[in-house]
Every structure is written in C-alpha cells, then in structure tokens.
C-alpha cells in the first residue's frame, strides 16, 4: 500500500509512493499504429472499409501506414525500455489472425510471438488486448456486432491466441471498451462499420458481452498463465445541478455508459432501470439462457480507461437525436468549468479518483488497472530536438496523483497506463490528435521522446510522484 514518503535511489523523496509491483505501463490498439495493413496475410477489417470511405475521419486519413510500428517494433520496445514502463498494453488485430476465410493466419499470429518475446527480454509485462475495434471485415458482412456467432467466432479466435501467447502473456483484456464499439459503431456510426442504429447498438452490446464471456472461457481452457480482464471506458457521470430532472439523467447515463456493462459482468443480470429506460428500442430477447452465466465469469482484474467525467443535465426542453445513448435525447452534456485538451475533453482527475472509488464502493470488484489515461495536445518538435509538453505532463501527475488518492482511500489499484506510448490514428480523428509519450513525424517516422515521456520515466524510477501543486 502507499506508504509515507520515502527516500528513493535517485536521492529524492516522493511524496506519493505506489505500492512497490505497480505496473506502470503505456498503451497502445493494433490498428493505431501497426500499418502494413496487408503483410503476411492480414484480411481487411471494418477500419480499413471504413477509413477508406469518403468524409469517414478528419483528412481522409486512414492506419495504412499509422506509425508503422510492424516494422519497427524493436525500436519501439527500445524506447518503452529507455522510458523504464514496466509493463505494455498492445491489442492483437483478429484481421491478422484469421485469414479471409476463416482460417487461421500463423504467419500473422508470428507478429505478436515475436512482440511478446522482445518485451519480456526488455523486462517488460506484456498485456494483449484481443479486440481493440478491429472486426475482420468478412465477419461484418454476416452481420457484425448484432449478429449472435460473431461471439462464438471470438471465442475460436481467442482460443487460437491462447494457444500460441498463453505461456507469455501476463494479463489479457478480452475487450477495449464495447461501449465505443457498439454505440458509436452501431448506434451513431461514426465509428466503423457506420451504422447508425440504436436498437442494432444494443444489440450488440449484449453480443460484445457474449463474445467477453466465450473468449474468457476460451482463455481458461487454454490454461494461460495471465490474468483475465476486459477494458471499460468507466465514467464519473455528475448531475449538473441537484434536482430530480439532473440526478433523473445523471442515472440513466451511468446505466448506459458503466452500469450496462458492470451489472452483467459482475452481478449475473443487466440493471433493470437500463432495460425499462431502453424498451422503446428493444425488449432484449437476444438474450438467452446461459448467456448472463457465461459473461459474469470470474475475472482476474477489472480495467478502466478514463478521460473526462460527464456533467449532464435535463433541461427538458433539449432534444439530441445524435446522442450515442440511445434512449436519452433529452440529456445534455456540459463541460466541466476549468480547461480541456485539443480533443475538447474536460481535465478534472476527480473524476478517476471517484471512477475507482465507486467501483470499489458498488461492486465486488477483481483487482483494478487504469488501462488508458491520457491527454491530446498540439505538440511540435522544436530545433533542439524537444517536445515541451508541459500541459500533457500536468495532465498525467494530476491523475496519477488522483490514482494515489484512491489507492490512499483503499481502492485495490495495481497499475496504470498511458494512452498512448506513440502518437497515433486517432480513430475518426486520425493523424490531428497527438497523445503519444513519444512523438512521430508521419514523414520520417522519426520517434522523439515528449517531455512528458521523460517525466513519466523519472516517476517510474522513483516509484511515485510528487503532490502536484
Ligand atoms: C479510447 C480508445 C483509444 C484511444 C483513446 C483516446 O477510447 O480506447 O483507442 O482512441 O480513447
């Protein structure tokens, strides 16, 4: 547990010391940085379709070449080990597992062989995430997300995974944030595959959950020796003022952001306010018998990826019909007061002291990781060979000290990530949104370590951080 502050080896003290197996790592997703998008057999997937569409991300940018990071893995271990991370979060692309037949690709699967072994020589923790957003295009076309086998056929590919990383890989998140994937992707669309569905979004939802509890079984059976986990985009949702229409919105977001989510993977059964808040949409009968047994499976430890909170209110006289909350038109989102990062997101690292509280608080929680955290800004590499990120540095020590306070408070947290080790495609965003520790000129690909990246190291090498001011 936290401790006083201690003297370190590098001779000053750190008032916020982390518990002494902390893992301090830095994330990144396959289809953000790998590139090489057709080497060794890999099949299209619903970003690569999507990308290419026209209007679909800022600049028509796409992961073709991203930080080509396929190529160039080696180095990019190097820098993880320079900046001193003790542990990497990278997702495995099923397009490059499974061939467009569904066959499997070993040559694709050899990639991630090779990654894991240069991160364990580098004493590095590998972490591997089995679907980070990139659905092999062909499994779309038979339906996607609101098809139910597109669950079963995660759970054969997590197997075949299994079987060739299970020996080496020291914790496995099934998912990265299903809400993204099926509200964005299904609901709003202005994630791939672009649908624009709410009751599809819903959907699934449930087979995103199904395809977590098939792959967690998959996992098991294979014996692997790393823990199993999956990644929520978890939010602090707050009322905006403290009348019943505010705290009325405030729950109905919390159930459609973290409790849709938490109720059936920890309690065995979806919140019944969510169901009655969704039955326009749907009535749920997707949902089978076995299915909640299946999700609820034991997990070794539970991550977050958090960002901002949400502050929401209802004004009652609002209606959003491009809310990805489907059901919730009449809720309106607002900044919180203070600054926000270039991608709008207010800074407020409250909001991941009470995340990791309230998890702790509501539910009988598995061991908890901050599987992403992170902040974009415009940086520029100066003649000097610098990247003065002075507001990214800010962003990381504050929430690393909001997740010290927690821990302080008795929140079981085990490690933390930055998103991201790399700049990278930001998603519908693409090349504009820079959150890498490490910066990349798109042209050269030429790495620079940020400022922050440095920093990040220091506080790795002390074991804390100072209280910031
Ligand atoms: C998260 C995603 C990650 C990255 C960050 C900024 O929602 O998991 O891939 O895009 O946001």
């Known amino acids: 547990m936290a401790g006083p502050a201690a003297q370190t080896s590098t001779g000053t003290p750190v008032e916020l010391r982390f518990p002494k197996n902390f893992w301090w790592g830095a994330a990144t997703a396959a289809y953000q940085i790998e590139g090489a998008v057709r080497a060794a057999g890999r099949a299209p997937s619903i970003w690569d379709t999507f990308s290419a569409a026209p209007g679909r991300v800022a600049g028509g940018d796409t992961g073709e070449?991203?930080?080509?990071?396929?190529?160039?893995?080696?180095?990019?271990?190097d820098l993880m080990a320079e900046l001193g991370l003790t542990a990497y979060r990278f997702s495995v692309a099923w397009p490059r597992v499974r061939t467009g037949t569904g066959g499997v690709n070993q040559a694709g699967l050899a990639f991630y062989d090779r990654l894991v072994d240069d991160l364990l020589a580098a004493d590095i923790q590998p972490v591997a995430t089995l679907y980070h957003w990139d659905l092999p295009q062909e499994l779309e076309d038979a339906g996607g997300w609101t098809h139910r086998d597109t669950a079963a056929r995660f759970g054969e590919y997590a197997a075949v995974v299994a079987a060739r990383l299970?020996?080496?890989?020291?914790?496995?998140?099934?998912?990265?944030?299903?809400?993204?994937?099926?509200?964005?992707?299904?609901?709003?669309?202005?994630?791939?595959?672009?649908?624009?569905?709410?009751?599809?979004?819903?959907?699934?939802?449930?087979?995103?959950l199904l395809a977590h509890g098939h792959g967690t079984a998959a996992l098991r059976a294979a014996g692997v020796t790393g823990g199993v986990s999956l990644a929520l985009n978890g939010g602090t949702v707050r009322p905006r003022r403290d009348t019943p229409a505010d705290r009325a919105a405030a729950r109905r977001i919390d159930g459609l952001l973290n409790r849709i989510f938490l109720d059936p993977l920890l309690r065995g059964a979806y919140p019944a306010d969510v169901l009655a808040d969704t039955a326009a949409l749907t009535d749920w009968s997707f949902v089978r018998?076995?299915?909640?047994?299946?999700?609820?499976?034991?997990?070794?430890?539970?991550?977050?990826?958090?960002?901002?909170?949400?502050?929401?209110?209802?004004?009652?006289?609002?209606?959003?019909p491009g809310t990805p909350y489907p059901g919730a038109e009449g809720v309106r989102f607002h900044p919180t007061p203070g600054p926000v990062t270039a991608m709008g997101w207010s800074i407020d690292p409250t909001g991941l002291r009470d995340l990791l509280l309230r998890l702790t608080r509501d539910y009988d929680v598995p061991p908890l990781y901050v599987a992403e955290n992170g902040a974009a800004y415009p940086d520029e590499v100066t003649p000097d060979g610098r990247v003065r990120d002075v507001e990214r540095l800010d962003y990381l020590h504050r929430h690393l000290a909001a997740a010290h306070d927690a821990i302080t408070a008795g929140v079981d947290l085990r490690g933390y990530f930055v998103w991201s080790l790399l700049d990278n495609f930001e998603w519908a965003y693409g090349y504009d949104k820079r959150f890498g520790l490490i910066h990349v000129d798109y042209r050269t690909q030429r790495r620079t370590v940020k400022d922050s990246g440095r920093w990040y190291g220091r506080a790795i090498a002390r074991g804390g951080v100072d209280r910031p001011r």
């Open 166 to 208: 299970g020996d080496r890989v020291r914790m496995w998140n099934t998912l990265n944030e299903p809400w993204c994937s099926a509200f964005l992707g299904y609901g709003i669309g202005v994630h791939a595959p672009g649908r624009r569905d709410q009751a599809a979004a819903l959907r699934a939802v449930h087979h995103l």
């Open 289 to 320: 018998d076995g299915d909640l047994a299946l999700i609820a499976a034991r997990l070794d430890a539970l991550c977050v990826n958090y960002y901002q909170p949400d502050l929401v209110s209802d004004p009652g006289d609002h209606h959003d």
């Open 65 to 77: 070449h991203a930080t080509d990071h396929y190529h160039r893995h080696r180095h990019d271990v």
